[in-house]
């Protein structure tokens, strides 16, 4: 959820930015990058651990951890903490969603 | 290959001050930073710094910024060049930089080459540590003050250190319930005069008491505590439950030290610096000639002592290369008196310790 109100920052939520993730479509702001949309819309499950396949959502949301990979227009392993989103941008994660655990 | 006289590496506190230094002593400088914009993690700072007015104290964070920006307004490109969406992803020990930006690589040739690249966040070992729902404090405040976006409903905070204090306080002016802070030590670690304005506020600071366990399917549903006795030994049967949707993990910083270690610089281990850093004369020179370094990439301290030490070492690396910066003299002693009074006192005395520890390995 966005901060409606706040007593010192003022965020300016006003012009939308349109995507799809796993072929959903989102709603996004100018300004965003692609994992600040994608936690806004509820997004909490960004990747998998690469061995145990463990569920891993944002970490350091700054571009250290590499927990927010994801592929993006076609290109794989893209830092969605870091990539602004742009209109009709194309995300879908790389989870692996037949895992058998 | 581009030839530079100076490269620097992040655009923080300590990589903009030291810009500004060395143009202004008329070096030619390429700042390379990863994010989209400027000013690291300042930005997202929306409290007012302490220190003295030489460093901007009683200036909100993200004002610092600007004001560090501006500062390197009025150069030309010639002079400044700045990558913003560009990664350095490797050092060389003859001063050669590979930066990413925009799908492509690029080589860089520097005469010399500041490394201001910060730090990153530790994490804590429990079980569960890294369900969804848990994230550095950090990650807390770019999600909440750059993009205005509630982390959660509810959050627990690990770590009563001065950034723990004001992140939690930041979580209450965004709209968020804080539903209390979990501190190890038998003491709060951060100044008293934040403690006291959450504990009126209502927060509950819980000393003696740490995370056991997060328990959730894909994210994170409630944690387990438990207390510690003084020897940071579990106390058995004293495992309480809290549910939460978010536990913000607020136990410290370590140095962004690989690019200064695949350059072949000679790195130590000081525990009061927050792990590997540089060894470096008091020049700000690391092992491998005219490669410096400043900030918290040499030891964990404030935004205040990075910019000080980003200017030193953009004079340094300036004097070094015959760049005769116009007040240069006296710049190094009013810098070095700066942070001679910035490290005064009991909360100076880890860094001055560790400081210590670097200049005997």
Known sequence: MRVKEHPILNFNHQNEIHFTYNEKPMVGYEGDTIGAALYDNGIRHFSDSVVHKRPRGLYCAIGNCGSCYMQVNGVENVKTCMTLLEDDMRVISEVDEDKDD | MINRDLVIVGGGPAGLSAAKVALDAGMKVTLIERFNQLGGQLIKQTHKFFGSKLQYAKTRGFDIAKILIDDLNGFSHDQLEILLDATCVALYPDKVLTVYQYGKYMKYNAKSVIVATGASE??????????PGIYGAGAIQTIMNIYGIQPGKEVVMVGSGNIGLIVAYQLLQAGVKVSAILEAASYIGGYLVHA???????????????????????????????????????????????D???????????????????????????????GLVPKKTCDYETTVDNVYACGDVTGIEEASSAMVEGRICGLMAANHLGFKHPNGEQLEDDL?????????GPCGEKIRC???KVGEI
């Open chain 2, 336 to 344: 070095n008196n700066q942070l001679c009074v910035l490290r005064q």
């Open chain 2, 354 to 356: 560790g400081l210590k």
């Open chain 2, 196 to 242: 006291s304005k959450l504990k009126r506020l209502g927060v509950d600071i819980l000393t003696n008491t740490t995370v056991k366990k997060a328990v959730g399917e894909e994210k994170l549903e409630k944690i387990i505590t438990v207390k510690l006795d003084e020897k940071w030994q579990e106390i058995p049967g004293s495992e309480a439950e809290m």
């Open chain 2, 122 to 131: 530790k994490i804590l070992a429990f079980e569960n540590n890294d369900l």
């Open chain 2, 244 to 274: 939460t949707d978010v536990l913000c993990i607020s136990v410290g910083l370590s140095p962004l030290h690989q690019l200064m270690s695949m350059a072949g610089v000679k790195m130590v281990d000081i525990s009061e610096l927050g």
